[in-house]
């Protein structure tokens, strides 16, 4: 089986953050010629039982989706990372497993990104010395 080469996401949180501020990022180990898009989506409502297309499914749409920038591949539906207008950052790591992968389609792990950022809401806060623990 092969193995995936190694991303790496970090969060830095003050005092290595400045202003107070939280810092997120992640590189990328997508094969080198293929095309990355930084693309924002507003936010949205939707029609009661409208469905979503993904990358290899469709799913239940939800009743409102948050307003989200992303970095993704430019051939699939979901991001290899991205934050949501609530300040929700998710990344894609690779995972090895040991299990074949079913030969069904499915989600993939970046559709489950997009769909963590574009529903997920925490209230924004500045990190102060004193507010972390």
């Known amino acids: 089986m092969a193995v995936a080469p190694p991303s790496y996401c970090f969060v830095a949180f003050p005092p290595r953050a400045k202003d107070g501020l939280v810092v997120f990022g992640k590189n990328s180990a997508?094969?080198?010629?293929?095309?990355?898009?930084?693309?924002?989506?507003?936010?949205?409502?939707?029609?009661?039982?409208?469905k979503v297309e993904c990358t290899y499914i469709s799913i239940d749409q939800v009743p409102r989706?948050?307003?989200?920038?992303?970095s993704r591949p430019a051939w699939l539906w979901g991001a290899e990372m991205g934050a949501n207008e609530h300040g929700?950052?998710?990344?894609?790591?690779?995972?090895?497993?040991?299990?074949?992968?079913?030969?069904?389609?499915?989600?993939?792990?970046?559709?489950?990104?997009?769909?963590?950022?574009?529903?997920?809401e925490v209230p924004v806060r500045r990190f102060s010395h004193e507010t972390r623990n």
Do not use: K, W
């Open 30 to 50: 997508r094969p080198r010629d293929e095309v990355q898009e930084v693309v924002y989506f507003s936010a949205a409502d939707h029609e009661p039982e409208s």
């Open 65 to 70: 989706t948050h307003a989200i920038v992303i």
């Open 88 to 120: 929700v950052c998710i990344a894609n790591e690779a995972v090895s497993t040991r299990e074949p992968a079913a030969e069904t389609e499915a989600l993939l792990g970046m559709d489950l990104v997009r769909i963590g950022q574009s529903v997920l």
